[in-house]
């Protein structure tokens, strides 16, 4: 009889800077659930987002492949149906796969391989347009004064306070909708048919995303304690005014310490919510059963460096947090991985931990090896990417404890113009990334090896006006080896497309 196959969790969350965790140093933070996730498995210290932004980073992590091959490089983007995704490719083995919570999707493929979906975030016209009959169509418009906001990231902040949040509301829906489908699949209690297949259920949180709004007591708990940053941009650095509030010009010091304390708040709660869908897997005596992996698409300025939102390559937007606890494989657990890891390596972990064939043609690698203690061949690069108006196209790349990251500089070449220029940093001697080495004679190696890794890499697969591909192939991505080949047999042994992700 074959081995029995694990149930596996994915805990996602939303614009969570990396070191608001307390096993990354922060003093005031508490999250009970994901300590007891990292105590019992492993964290990975230099994980990065394969773009700073929402619906691209949750499509190429779901995809394994980074932006420029899944097809979704933009926030508006659709990803082509015909990309393989983790749900999709597990549901081929047998697998019931769930999705509680933010997918990001966009465009009319709403399921992208998950078979059930739960939450507010299924949104679409589902093919139907507006009607073309201007006599009859009905013309809404608001009420002057309401809607986006003129400088959204300033008032994001004035506006952060305690209260009942916004995304608060969509998370308590999907995880009590979680909750159910857990009680379903596990007892069906109306007619006793528990479910025989292997569950892949990810419960994935906006918390801690704008609105910045959280209970009064986590409110009041954090502003006693936390401080906001008060920063500048670092010399020689240049960006968009969209993503830059100065403290005491922009906001009011006092407006930006709420904005803090409430952001911290969000990760408490959420991480409440999370123990919530842990507690429903004890209560149904299938704890042991599963593999979980919690993971943030994309980090979060918070002030910093002058700086708020994401879409920056900086570590406390570009970096996050990351972690797997499968005590059936790793009983031991409590270690921290210091190796570069990307997001897009999360498809073939998965299939490594269901032992189901990796899909060829993956950007991502499986990082089971650097579980069991081998690391010695690991390519140790990572990149994130970045296509929409406010950022890009930049790009970043990080290979062992350097890292270079370079914008167009509106002269057709990447990072050269005048106001954009490249950032290069060596994070063993500078962690806080405040001293820019790109004229450092004594990094001119160094810096040339980074430029050629990103001078390799492919351009961005094209579509067409129906959303697919044009052409089957793609270029393998440049420094990771085109992704890994299963342990088992390969994806073209038994028929799925090659060339698609």
């Known amino acids: 009889m074959p081995e029995r196959k694990p149930h596996i969790l994915m805990l996602i969350n939303d614009e969570h800077r990396p070191d608001v965790m307390p096993i990354e140093g922060d003093p005031h933070i508490r999250t009970p659930t994901l300590d007891w996730m990292i105590d019992g498995g492993f964290y990975f210290r230099n994980a990065y987002t394969p773009s700073p932004i929402c619906v691209p980073a949750r499509q190429a992590f779901l995809s394994g492949l980074y ?62 347009e507006p009607a073309d009959d201007p006599e009859h169509q009905a013309l809404i418009e608001r009420d002057p004064g309401t809607g986006s906001w003129p400088d959204k990231v300033k008032q994001e902040i004035r506006y ?6 916004h995304w608060m509301q969509h998370d308590r829906y999907s995880v009590d909708g979680a909750l159910m489908f857990l009680d379903e699949h596990f ?13 892949l259920m990810a419960v994935s949180l906006w918390s801690p995303h704008y609105p910045y709004q959280c209970p ?42 709420r904005a803090t304390a409430a952001y911290y708040g969000m990760i408490e709660w959420m991480d409440a919510q999370f123990a919530r869908v842990i507690n429903k897997l004890r209560e149904l005596d299938v704890l042991d059963d599963f593999a979980i992996v919690f993971l943030s698409d994309h980090g979060e300025m918070l002030g910093q460096k002058g700086l708020w939102e994401k879409q920056q390559y900086f570590e406390a937007s570009a970096r996050v947090p990351f972690a797997v606890r499968w005590p059936q494989r790793y009983p031991q657990g409590g270690a921290t991985i210091q190796r ?3 997001l897009v390596d999360l498809f073939p972990t998965i299939c490594d931990i269901a032992n189901v064939p990796i899909p060829e043609g993956l950007d991502g690698r499986s990082v089971a090896p650097l579980l069991e203690g081998r690391d010695e061949d690991w390519p140790d690069d990572v990149y994130s990417e970045l296509w929409a108006v406010h950022n890009g196209p930049s790009v970043m790349v990080k290979h062992g404890d350097m890292k270079l990251f370079r914008f167009d500089g509106h002269e057709g070449t990447l990072g050269r113009g005048p106001d954009c220029p490249e950032q290069l940093f060596d994070l063993a ?15 001119a190696d160094r810096l040339a090896d980074l430029r050629a890794r990103l001078d390799a890499l492919p351009d961005p697969r094209k579509k067409d006006a129906n959303n697919r591909f044009v052409g089957t192939e793609r270029e393998p991505f440049a420094g990771r080896g085109g992704g890994a080949k299963s342990k088992a047999r390969g994806i073209s042994d038994i028929g799925f497309p090659i060339g698609h992700g």
């Not at 952060?160 to 949040?165: E, L, T």
């Not at 001697?429 to 990094?443: A, G, K």
Request: some cysteine; charged content about 25%.
């Open 429 to 443: 001697r500078d962690p806080d990334e405040t001293v820019n080495l790109i004229d450092h004679p004594d990094y």
């Open 216 to 257: 009064d007591d986590l409110f009041a708990y954090y502003l006693r304690r936390v401080k906001p940053y008060e920063e500048d941009v670092p010399e020689h650095f240049d960006c968009p005014d969209f993503f830059k509030v100065e403290v005491g010009k922009d906001v009011t010091y006092r407006e930006a310490h």
């Open 160 to 165: 952060a306070r305690a209260g009942r949040g």
């Open 67 to 128: 932006p420029r091959n899944c097809g979704c490089a933009n926030f508006g983007d659709a990803m082509p149906s015909e990309v393989l995704t983790i749900p999709g490719h597990l549901s081929r083995y047998g697998y019931t796969t769930c999705a509680a919570g933010k997918m990001h999707f966009v465009g009319p493929d709403q399921m992208h391989g998950w078979h059930q979906r739960i939450g507010r975030d299924i949104v679409g016209r589902n093919g139907y």
């Open 187 to 199: 007892v069906n209690e109306p007619y006793d048919r528990t479910n025989p297949a292997p569950l």
């Open 340 to 342: 570069n890891v990307s």
